[in-house]
């Protein structure tokens, strides 16, 4: 108790435990404290914690308090990973500073995890987070934390910020990786089928239902289930949800037999749902359930020094897939985009860097348009895409020309009919783009 009393005085937030086997489910892989143990003790002595500390984490600091006849089973100790060891009676001063040269050797060593995960993950196929703002690399220390817990995870963040991106990053770099990933969007399933999406179904389970459907949760059984806009779920399937996320097992509809599950579940939400669920349109105790590991992704407005970088790796993507060469931008015109609002957050700046790759720069930075253009493109189908980009192409060469159909037809390779068609189709008049 003296000893804990002294730590605290130091500011060192101390746990105290009555015996060596209490403190051991306390440890894990990643604890960021470091372990203090008399020798001789009742039970379990100090050099078997140390064991049993070594076999969750062997480079978790175990210190050592010795009487003079332990002197050579402490030495022992050090041989065999122990990180110091302090011989009784001890001053203040020694057993504190001893503490905390302990913790930052702990605290080194965790970084070091850290920055060499993020590197693996980065040299990885598969889902990148990019940016190196401090409010991104916050939120990558906490995915990598948490990326191989078994806890479920709920994801808080603005329309267009990336959350199934987190959703799979999280995924894609855990020991999860080899199993399904299955995203389900709440908001875009029917009230009536939400359940069989979910539950699956025995055939003859219900008219229509004229053979075995695997749900959702049972094909993602071994890895990870990303329930999107989780606070457009009806609140009847709410209560079901919880019990499946409490009892980790499954019933299809019109079934018997319960399916275990070994599931991790990721919710995303853009919502306040602690606020949705005091106005009474979320459960309380869902939320509660979900809120266990609570990240925050930072919308783009609040990492505005990471749009840069994120537009050359949006444009180069294009690149490839639309064969166009990408112009570098001007200092002038990375500073709008690091000045720009961007409601719209990751999603939109992709649209531009799409926009901008396929129409050149003059008729990309028009933020006054931006909005809504690039929020109807993410609402659009491949085709409308096509003739959104498609018109686009053709209202820019209208303009560079100054409305001169002959010069028109040259620089979109178009023969007279062509244009002329594809003009009225979408409402292009070349008087609009004459500079008289």
Same mark, same amino acid.
């Given at each position: 108790m003296?000893?804990?009393?002294?730590?605290?005085?130091?500011?060192?937030?101390?746990?105290?435990?009555?015996?060596?086997?209490?403190?051991?489910?306390?440890?894990?892989?990643?604890?960021?404290?470091? @372990?203090?143990? %008399?020798? =001789?003790?009742?039970?379990? *002595?100090?050099?078997?914690?140390? +064991?049993?500390v070594q076999a969750i984490d062997k480079e978790l600091p175990v210190i050592l308090v010795t009487?003079?006849?332990?002197?050579?089973?402490?030495?022992?100790?050090?041989?065999?990973?122990?990180?110091?060891?302090?011989?009784?009676?001890?001053?203040?001063?020694?057993?504190?500073?001893?503490?905390?040269?302990?913790?930052?050797?702990?605290?080194?060593?965790?970084?070091?995890?850290?920055?060499?995960?993020?590197?693996?993950?980065?040299?990885?196929?598969?889902?990148?987070?990019?940016g190196n703002t401090p409010p991104i690399l916050k939120m990558r220390r906490i995915l990598h934390q948490v990326m191989?817990?078994?806890?479920?995870?709920?994801?808080?963040?603005?329309?267009?910020?990336?959350?199934?991106?987190?959703?799979?990053?999280?995924?894609?770099?855990? @020991?999860?990786? %080899?199993? =399904?990933?299955?995203?389900? *969007?709440?908001?875009?399933?029917? +009230?009536?089928?939400?359940?069989?999406?979910?539950?699956?179904?025995?055939?003859?389970?219900?008219?229509?239902?004229?053979?075995?459907?695997?749900?959702k949760f049972e094909h993602a059984n071994g890895?990870?289930?990303?329930?999107?806009?989780?606070?457009?779920?009806?609140?009847?399937?709410?209560v079901k949800i919880l019990r499946v996320l409490e009892e980790r097992q499954v019933e299809r509809l019109g079934a018997n037999v319960l399916i275990p599950l070994d599931i991790r579940i990721i919710a995303a939400t853009k919502v306040d749902l602690k606020a949705l669920s005091e106005q009474g349109e979320f459960r309380r105790d869902l939320l509660y359930r979900l809120n266990i590991v609570s990240i925050d992704i930072p919308a783009l407005r609040d990492r505005a020094d990471d749009i840069p970088l994120l537009f050359e790796h949006f444009s180069l993507i294009a690149s490839a897939r639309y064969q166009r060469e990408i112009i570098p931008l001007s200092p002038e015109k990375?500073?709008?985009?690091?000045?720009?609002?961007?409601?719209?957050?990751?999603?939109?700046?992709?649209n531009m860097a799409e926009r901008y790759v396929i129409m050149g720069e003059e008729t990309t930075f028009n933020m006054g348009e931006l909005d809504n253009s690039t929020e109807i493109q993410g609402r659009q189908?491949?085709?409308?895409?096509?003739e959104f980009f498609e018109r686009s192409l053709i209202a820019d060469a209208l303009s560079k020309n100054q409305g001169s159909?002959?010069?028109?037809?040259?620089?979109?390779?178009?023969?007279?009919?062509?244009?002329y068609d594809k003009m009225k189709k979408y409402g292009l008049n070349r008087l609009e783009y004459t500079h008289e």
């Open positions: 003296a000893v804990q009393q002294t730590l605290e005085l130091a500011d060192f937030n101390v746990n105290s435990f009555e015996s060596a086997a209490s403190a051991i489910p306390h440890l894990s892989h990643n604890w960021p404290g470091v @372990v203090v143990s %008399d020798i =001789n003790m009742p039970g379990m *002595n100090g050099l078997q914690l140390m +064991e049993k009487g003079h006849g332990d002197i050579s089973m402490a030495v022992s100790a050090i041989q065999n990973g122990a990180y110091d060891f302090i011989e009784k009676p001890f001053s203040n001063d020694q057993i504190v500073e001893v503490v905390r040269r302990a913790i930052e050797k702990r605290s080194l060593t965790l970084e070091n995890r850290n920055l060499r995960a993020e590197l693996e993950a980065h040299n990885s196929p598969g889902p990148r987070i990019l191989d817990t078994p806890t479920d995870i709920l994801l808080n963040g603005e329309t267009g910020v990336g959350k199934e991106l987190v959703a799979r990053y999280l995924h894609e770099h855990s @020991v999860r990786k %080899d199993k =399904n990933f299955v995203a389900i *969007n709440c908001g875009a399933i029917p +009230e009536n089928l939400i359940e069989s999406e979910l539950y699956g179904h025995e055939a003859g389970a219900f008219t229509g239902a004229d053979k075995i459907r695997i749900g890895g990870t289930l990303f329930l999107d806009e989780i606070e457009s779920m009806p609140m009847g399937l709410q990375n500073h709008e985009l690091m000045a720009y609002d961007w409601p719209g957050n990751v999603r939109e700046l992709r189908t491949l085709m409308e895409k096509v159909i002959k010069e028109t037809m040259v620089t979109l390779g178009l023969p007279r009919k062509t244009l």
